[in-house]
């Protein structure tokens, strides 16, 4: 059993001492890769724009550029957002519409018929979104559904079968490889370094697409639960009006909640549990610190391992048959 008891206040950052430390890395790696600068993809989210806001106090904001990379799902308000960040710290920033490169590889319309085979009728002029149960309520195997919008405004859910599921999230991958892609374009073209932008939650649970987002050079808030980029957010002067913003994935065309898609809680109390878990804490106390019962706390306890256990795939690097000596 930890000695304090399990409460938001052990989540609390000296943030001048961690922007020092993180600033010192992000220094440090660009002598290391023997590069300039920083690209940082902007989605006008949390974790995007504290990164944005650290890369521009590490290296000074002419060497950083923030890349706007919006697309036909992508919700209205994520391109205004990402333009203030861009402009609160005053970096290059330069707009990247990958519509077109996702209907090239014909991501659109695989999208479409994976959820037409399941929801008739779906097509053009329809919005839609993966959900979840939430595991503090559900107790058993997950089980993912589709939720979709007509034009009229009708909803509709409906379980997906695992072939529509994986031909989904195989298509919707497309949008994160395409974003990479582009950021190490804009990365070899003015010799700067890509930047990943996960949070601890995202890090530790496996919420990344391998060769997408998941890709980097560095990724310097992987360490910091989500409440603590939070707190950076608020001292390294990122705009209310995204610190306001409810944590989502901008991935699909309806909106769509991170903690009704991959999570088991909304973050504050999702970083408790997950804070709980990694020192020591019985999934009773950490039950009592975010308001569930013991059996719930457990199920999140569970569900934790759960996704470890099933992304460790993504943090894996290639398998080589035998070590070559020479290359590292």
């Known amino acids: 059993m930890a000695s304090a008891p399990l409460s938001p206040d052990l989540l609390k ?4 001492k961690e922007t020092e430390k993180i600033t010192t890395a992000l220094r440090n790696a660009l002598i290391s890769f023997r590069r300039r600068g920083y690209v940082v993809a902007v989605s006008g989210g949390i974790d ?57 590889v014909g991501f659109y ?3 479409d018929e994976c959820v037409a085979g399941v929801i008739p009728g779906y097509g053009r002029g329809w919005k839609s979104k993966i959900v979840v149960p939430n595991v503090v309520t559900h107790d058993g195997f ?65 919420f990344f697409v391998k060769l997408g ?52 809680l909304p973050y504050e109390k999702m970083d408790l549990c997950l804070y709980g878990k990694n020192n020591g804490y019985s999934a009773a106390e950490a039950a009592k610190a975010v308001g569930l019962t013991s059996e719930q706390a457990e199920r999140v306890y569970r569900d934790i391992d759960m996704k470890r256990s099933g992304t460790k795939y993504l943090h894996m690097p290639p398998i080589l048959v035998e070590k070559v000596r020479e290359a590292g």
């Open 213 to 264: 987002d998941g890709a980097a050079d560095v990724k310097p808030i992987a360490h910091l639960y989500k409440s603590q980029v939070y707190q950076l957010a608020a001292y390294l002067g990122v705009p209310e009006e995204i610190r306001r913003r409810p944590p989502t994935t901008d991935t699909y065309s309806l909106e769509q909640g991170q903690d009704e898609f991959y999570f088991s």
């Open 13 to 16: 950052i000296d943030c001048e």
């Open 48 to 104: 995007s724009s504290v990164t944005l806001g650290l890369c521009a106090r590490a290296v000074s904001p002419d060497k950083v550029v923030a890349l706007q990379m919006p697309e036909r799902h992508s919700a209205e308000e994520t391109l205004g957002l990402s333009g203030m960040v861009a402009d609160t710290f005053k970096v290059k920033k330069y707009h990247e519409d990958i519509s077109e490169v996702l209907e090239a």
């Open 142 to 206: 997950t089980v993912f559904s589709v939720v979709a919008q007509s034009p009229d405004g009708r909803l509709i859910k409906e379980r997906l079968p695992l072939n529509a599921y994986l031909g989904i999230v195989a298509a919707t991958n497309f949008k994160q490889r395409i974003r990479k892609m582009m950021e190490y374009y804009y990365a070899d073209k003015n010799n700067f370094a890509a930047t990943g932008t996960p949070n601890r939650l995202e890090y530790d649970q496996g």
């Open 109 to 111: 319309r695989r999208y």
